[in-house]
């Protein structure tokens, strides 16, 4: 199978490297399109009415599952469609608002081979509305170790997220 | 996740701890490690909703878009991997159904037992596994993994728990596991 080239291998990424930021107007379609696209159909992430006087928030707010899915987004913009996901994890720390505009900037917190032959790679991510960080994220990635090599190929035995 | 969620009727498996536990938090901690709510995607992984959500967040990625690169790369079309828990959010309404249903059922579970009216998920880890296709089947349940003695917080006084939600596709093949972090609570001033 001949597909395009890997953009990122393993051995170019080191630790301290800052990943590209991504800045990002949030509005009210973002936060409802993003809730319904998650299937998430909880009045609090497209009902101002609600949000406001139930939940006691300001606006409607991004849900979990979306930012899950920018924080993706995000990681594979950087490493191009060869790098696989691992494991993600998330802390929430404020919500995001329409109005709001959102920067994800993310740092290398390190590079490594597994007994596998797997490159892995550990990124600290956070999404910061007017420098204040809303939601942290810490994934484990795995790019190819060179052009040859496709994380994606890995089966059961070989992949140890 | 947070909010009044408990249910009046008690399920079978924390009925049957609590007779045989009478102390909630024994009764709470014989459940850890048992899998539970077996329960299977109401729909197959489809690309529509995938498209849809790589719209909300301007994902390019083409293993998404584009068919060739996706079967040079993956061996065909895949899901993103942070959709996971996607597949298996209930229906707005389906037909015959009377109340939605909660997912995560076993955190209400626990509110319930150890009587604790709020709760807040403090964070959440997904590990990918094997890729998910659309057509697939999932499967999931899930498990306790610990409850945490009593601790005083900032929100009030309550217990951690760990919960995992383990997604297997229609091969047995393990293609996620979702761990989340709850604290259970009893507001400081009320």
């Given at each position: 199978?001949?597909?395009?080239?890997?953009?990122?291998?393993?051995?170019?990424?080191?630790?301290?490297?800052?990943?590209?930021?991504?800045?990002?107007?949030?509005?009210?379609?973002?936060?409802?399109?993003?809730?319904?696209?998650?299937?998430?159909?909880?009045?609090?992430?497209?009902?101002?009415?609600?949000?406001?006087?139930?939940?006691?928030?300001?606006?409607?707010?991004?849900?979990?599952?979306?930012?899950?899915?920018?924080?993706?987004?995000?990681?594979?913009?950087?490493?191009?469609?060869?790098?696989?996901?691992?494991?993600?994890?998330?802390?929430?720390?404020?919500?995001?608002?329409?109005?709001?505009?959102?920067?994800?900037?993310?740092?290398?917190?390190?590079?490594?081979?597994d007994?596998?032959?797997?490159?892995?790679?550990?990124?600290?991510?956070?999404?910061?509305?007017?420098?204040?960080?809303k939601?942290?994220?810490?994934?484990?990635?795995?790019?190819?170790?060179?052009?040859?090599?496709?994380?994606?190929?890995?089966?059961?035995?070989?992949?140890?997220? | 996740?947070?909010?009044?969620?408990?249910?009046?009727?008690?399920?079978?498996?924390?009925?049957?701890?609590?007779?045989?536990?009478?102390?909630?938090?024994?009764?709470?901690?014989?459940?850890?490690?048992?899998?539970?709510y077996?329960?299977?995607?109401?729909?197959?992984?489809?690309?529509?909703?995938?498209?849809?959500?790589?719209?909300?967040?301007?994902?390019?990625?083409?293993?998404?878009?584009?068919?060739?690169?996706?079967?040079?790369?993956?061996?065909?079309?895949?899901?993103?991997?942070?959709m996971?828990?996607?597949?298996f959010?209930?229906?707005?309404?389906?037909?015959?159904r009377?109340?939605?249903?909660?997912?995560?059922?076993?955190?209400?579970?626990l509110?319930?037992?150890?009587?604790?009216?709020?709760?807040?998920?403090?964070?959440?880890?997904?590990?990918?596994?094997?890729?998910?296709?659309?057509?697939?089947?999932?499967?999931?349940?899930?498990?306790?993994?610990?409850?945490?003695?009593e601790?005083?917080?900032?929100?009030?006084?309550?217990?951690?728990?760990?919960?995992?939600?383990?997604?297997?596709?229609?091969?047995?093949?393990?293609?996620?596991?979702?761990?989340?972090?709850g604290f259970?609570?009893?507001?400081?001033?009320?």
């Amino acid at each position: 199978m001949n597909g395009p080239a890997p953009r990122l291998l393993h051995g170019q990424v080191a630790q301290g490297d800052r990943l590209p930021e991504l800045v990002y107007e949030v509005t009210a379609t973002t936060v409802v399109l993003g809730a319904l696209a998650s299937r998430d159909w909880r009045p609090m992430h497209h009902d101002k009415d609600f949000a406001v006087h139930r939940n006691g928030t300001r606006d409607i707010f991004l849900n979990t599952p979306n930012q899950a899915a920018w924080f993706e987004r995000y990681l594979t913009d950087w490493t191009g469609p060869h790098g696989r996901l691992g494991r993600v994890t998330f802390r929430m720390l404020g919500s995001v608002f329409p109005g709001d505009t959102m920067v994800l900037a993310g740092t290398v917190g390190g590079a490594a081979v597994d007994d596998q032959g797997c490159g892995w790679v550990s990124a600290a991510i956070e999404l910061a509305v007017a420098g204040e960080v809303k939601t942290t994220c810490a994934a484990r990635v795995a790019l190819p170790i060179g052009p040859d090599d496709n994380p994606w190929t890995r089966g059961p035995e070989r992949w140890k997220p | 996740m947070s909010g009044p969620g408990t249910s009046a009727a008690l399920p079978p498996a924390l009925s049957a701890a609590l007779a045989e536990h009478p102390d909630p938090v024994e009764a709470a901690r014989s459940l850890i490690a048992l899998e539970q709510y077996p329960e299977a995607g109401e729909f197959p992984v489809e690309r529509g909703y995938i498209w849809t959500s790589c719209a909300s967040v301007e994902n390019g990625n083409p293993l998404f878009w584009d068919d060739g690169a996706a079967e040079a790369i993956t061996g065909g079309p895949v899901a993103p991997p942070s959709m996971i828990s996607v597949w298996f959010r209930p229906h707005h309404w389906a037909p015959g159904r009377s109340e939605a249903a909660l997912p995560l059922q076993v955190h209400f579970d626990l509110k319930a037992v150890l009587d604790l009216p709020e709760a807040v998920m403090t964070d959440n880890t997904i590990v990918f596994y094997e890729p998910v296709r659309p057509g697939d089947r999932l499967r999931t349940h899930q498990v306790l993994r610990s409850v945490s003695d009593e601790k005083v917080t900032k929100l009030g006084t309550g217990r951690f728990w760990v919960i995992e939600v383990v997604y297997h596709n229609q091969e047995g093949e393990l293609v996620g596991i979702e761990s989340y972090t709850g604290f259970g609570y009893r507001r400081a001033t009320s």
